[in-house]
């Protein structure tokens, strides 16, 4: 008497094998295949029209044909431009919009968890020498994200922490030469008074061309300098002042707002670990 296999010993579909066939047109494609579909019925229907009437006698017939010809095209020629062109903004923009939400995840995963780790170790260490040491290794992990995660070719992030009424950098990552400015409170020094000031009232600033015409105030570059472009932000938490956190890079416009926004972000978990207890 036949019996019927176990259920384990059944063949069973493929529940999760993907199915077979050309895989599907992407969006430009169908619509350069519509554009074509639409361009052959404008046609047919010139074409069909034209026969109807008879084929034109002499060649000032021919020319109104032609004419008219040209007059049809023309028109749909440019809304074909429109649509396609639109069509290429739209994945511009969608492209844009999916290299930002890769940015920011990994800011959040990548990046801020062991600076996070960091700030929590700054404020269990047990001596002040301690202490001082994972602030300095903070500082350049901060520098370090902030230069990685900037879009700028070659880019450089620097952090002028604030002593004594001047900033100096004592942290820094990115291109070969070694960051030199240090903003003072002196007289002649213009710049230096602008960066304290940017400091003092925990602002920012962004530069897209340290070379065009008109610039905000403070934002001339020191002579012989290497960069076009740069943000600078504030590193304070509550109303300590430490600093300034700068990234740089050679080219005009190497930077937009959602660098700024990794630049405050990593500004705000700076002065996260610097504070001083109370």
Not at 136 to 144: A, K, M, N, R, T
Not at 224 to 251: H, K, W
Request: proline share 8%.
């Amino acid at each position: 008497m036949p019996t019927t296999p176990p259920l384990a010993q059944q063949p069973s579909p493929d529940v999760g094998a993907p199915a077979s066939g050309p895989p599907p047109a992407s969006p430009g494609s169908r619509l350069r295949a519509y554009i074509a579909l639409e361009a052959c019925a404008v046609a047919l229907g010139y074409l069909v029209s034209v026969l109807w009437v008879g084929l034109p006698a002499g060649p000032s017939r021919w020319v109104l044909v032609a004419g008219g010809a040209v007059a049809v095209a023309v028109p749909l020629w440019i809304k074909s431009r429109r649509e396609l062109r639109q069509e290429a903004e739209a994945r511009s923009a969608e492209a844009i919009a999916i290299e930002a939400d890769t940015k920011l995840r990994l800011v959040v995963g990548d990046v801020t968890t062991p600076i996070a780790e960091v700030v929590g170790k700054v404020h269990q260490a047990a001596t002040e020498a301690e202490r001082g040491s994972l602030r300095g290794q903070l500082g350049q992990l901060i520098v370090e994200a902030a230069a990685n995660l900037c879009d700028g070719e070659r880019a450089r992030a620097t952090f002028f922490e604030l002593h004594g009424g001047e900033m100096r950098a004592t942290a820094w990552f990115g291109r070969g030469d070694q960051p030199e400015t240090v903003f003072t409170e002196a007289p002649a020094d213009r710049r230096g008074h602008e960066a304290l000031l940017l400091v003092r009232f925990h602002d920012f600033l962004l530069v897209d061309d340290v070379r065009a015409e008109t610039l905000p105030r403070g934002a001339e570059p020191r002579p012989g300098a290497t960069y076009r472009s740069f943000i600078s932000v504030a590193v304070f938490c509550g109303e300590q002042n430490f600093g300034m956190l700068s990234v740089d890079a050679p080219e005009p416009y190497a930077f937009d707002e959602t660098d700024l926004n990794v630049m405050r972000a990593m500004a705000q978990l700076l002065g996260a670990g610097l504070v001083d207890r109370p």
